[in-house]
């Protein structure tokens, strides 16, 4: 008699992937288990088989929190390899053969080290999204729509060796007016930088960035909005720069270029950002914080 395997339906599927538990103690962010699954699935375009040892997990999803995570002293990519086994949707192989630590039901990093086990996606999810391309793709973006602005998604998916054509974006209705209320808070032109390029009467290239994510929960209300142009606004998601509760704009000691940095960027560190047009616009301070403590690349330069 042929083995039988357990099938999951589109919808199961899609619902898993929608549910998983990602920690968030207040507001901090937890990018781990979002990224170790677009990890897998980036694996698995490539047809790259299901499981994958925690040795070759452990450097490149280490460089990803680093990356599009908020700043820690340490990351842990042991956390989503273990705790992604609760969410349905991956396993550990001979889980059981590793001791865990006292009181808590995952094995020490240096267990993990040692046993090197190998995991993957289950095999129902796996064996679903084998046959069903659309299917990967909508989970690929199902994850990073739900995770991270839609600024960072290429950005991620360069990193992961997948492109945005791979990729259908479902995104879910916005409050369509806060752009417009952004814009006209702040008069239509950068905070930053004051561009302001318009074509008759369109506006271009400048957009409503939140301060405090939408995907964590931010607002769509002016406090949490900024005017600026495509350029500030990919460098404010991705961390580059932040604003100090004065409003001026601090530029992280990571960013290093050439020539045109300065002119982009080094140049507006530790200026105050334009003023909206109204008190009640100005930036929030408790979204500014958020904004420095999960996304901003500390340290800032000096003054
Ligand atoms: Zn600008």
């Known amino acids: 008699m042929p083995r039988q395997r357990k099938t999951i339906s589109r919808q199961d599927l899609l619902d898993r992937f929608a549910a998983i538990n990602v920690w968030r103690r207040g507001d901090v962010r937890a990018p781990h ?20 040892r925690y040795s070759d997990v452990h450097g490149k999803l280490g460089g990803l929190l680093t990356e599009f995570g908020p700043v820690r002293k340490s990351v842990h990519p042991e956390y989503p390899f ?13 889980a059981e053969q590793m001791a865990s630590r006292k009181g808590k039901d995952d094995p020490k990093p240096s267990e993990l080290k040692r046993v090197n086990p190998a995991a993957g996606l289950t095999a129902d999810v796996d064996a679903k999204l084998r046959s069903d391309p659309t299917l990967l793709a909508e989970v690929v973006g199902l994850i990073l729509e739900a995770h991270f ?19 259908v974006s479902r995104r879910r ?9 952004v814009l006209r808070a702040y008069e239509r032109r950068c905070a930053v ?35 600026l142009c495509s350029l500030h606004h990919k460098l404010l998601d991705r961390g580059a720069f932040t604003l100090s509760a004065e409003k001026r704009v601090l530029v992280s000691q990571d960013v290093c270029g050439s020539d045109g940095l300065d002119e982009v960027l080094l140049r507006w ?16 301070l408790e979204f500014v914080r958020w904004h420095e403590e999960q996304v901003f690349k500390t340290p800032a330069r000096e003054f």
């Open 82 to 94: 273990w705790r992604l086994q609760h969410d349905g949707l991956w396993v550990v192989r001979d």
């Open 193 to 227: 930088c004051g561009f302001d390029v318009r074509l008759g009467n369109l506006t271009l290239a400048l957009e409503a960035a939140h301060i405090k994510w939408h995907q964590a929960g931010g607002p769509d209300i002016e406090p949490n909005g900024l005017a």
């Open 33 to 52: 288990k979002p990224l170790l699954l677009l990890f897998a699935l980036a694996r698995l375009s490539r047809g790259e088989g299901r499981e994958v």
């Open 149 to 167: 602005p839609s600024n960072l998604h290429e950005d991620i998916l360069t990193e992961l060796g997948m492109q945005l054509d791979q990729v």
């Open 269 to 284: 560190h530790g200026r105050e950002i334009r003023r909206p047009q109204s008190a009640e616009f100005e930036a929030g």
């Open 173 to 181: 209705p916005r409050d369509p007016a806060f752009r417009e209320r």
